[in-house]
């Protein structure tokens, strides 16, 4: 099937409240113009030179999440342009990321992403840092960042009720979570092998990638 026709049927199964970020990290401008000319202006990547250059290329209607660990060293790559970014973890890469966005005089929407799978990863924050971090006095004062939502990643796993479990425990802690940053919208969870259960555990975003693109190398 094309790009396209998987966008539709995509999009045929999220719920109209349902965000779908288009990941094209590997893959090439022409692949990611045939989802811009089927409609798509979300499209998500990880590494921040790659999607760089994409900015540069390519519609400027276009909406730029990273989603892949940011190094603080590399945040004015894409300050000047970059919508959302997903994989927050820390007050310091916060501060960087608000510094740079200032410089442009923009506001950067951020997600901070929470460690949920049951399996070892050395990305996101456990529940503790995550309230230690909403309750920071210092965030009061980052005037151009906003923070919009949660992240998270299942445990990549064929055990259903094991990914179940563990978008359920990021819902949990979204709720938990708004009763301090009562402004939270976003819920970034589910990607191509685990969508429909996200959705189910109250997803509002999507990351989908090779269910549009075909495999990456
Ligand atoms: C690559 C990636 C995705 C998309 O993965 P697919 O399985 O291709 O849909 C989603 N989220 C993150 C953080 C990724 O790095």
Redesign the pocket.
């Known amino acids: 099937m094309s790009i396209k026709e998987n966008l539709a049927e995509i999009k045929m199964k999220l719920p109209g409240s349902v965000t779908l970020?288009a990941?094209s990290?590997t893959k090439s401008i022409e692949d990611i113009m045939e989802a811009y000319n089927a409609g798509q202006r979300v499209f998500?990547e990880?590494k921040i030179q790659e999607m760089a250059q994409k900015w540069d290329a390519m519609p400027k209607d276009i909406s730029w999440h990273m989603?892949?660990h940011v190094q603080r060293n590399k945040v004015k790559y894409m300050a000047g342009f970059v919508a959302m970014v997903?994989?927050v973890d820390s007050l310091k890469l916060l501060k960087e990321i608000d510094k740079q966005a200032q410089k442009h005089q923009r506001i950067i929407e951020c997600l901070l992403q929470v460690h949920i799978a049951e399996e070892d990863t050395k990305f996101g924050l456990s529940e503790i840092e995550l309230q230690e971090l909403v309750g920071s006095q210092e965030l009061l004062s980052l005037e151009n960042i906003r923070i919009v939502g949660l992240?998270g990643?299942a445990t990549f796993t064929e055990d259903k009720d094991q990914v179940s479990r563990e978008f359920k425990k990021l819902k949990v802690l979204f709720e938990t979570t708004k009763l301090a940053l009562p402004q939270l919208t976003v819920l970034s969870m589910g990607?191509?092998?685990d969508?429909d259960i996200a959705i189910a555990e109250g997803s509002t975003m999507v990351?989908?990638?090779?269910?549009?693109?075909g495999n990456?190398n």
């Open positions: 970020v990941v990290k998500g990880n989603i892949g997903h994989g992240m990643m990607m191509s092998g969508y990351r989908i990638g090779s269910s549009i693109f990456r």
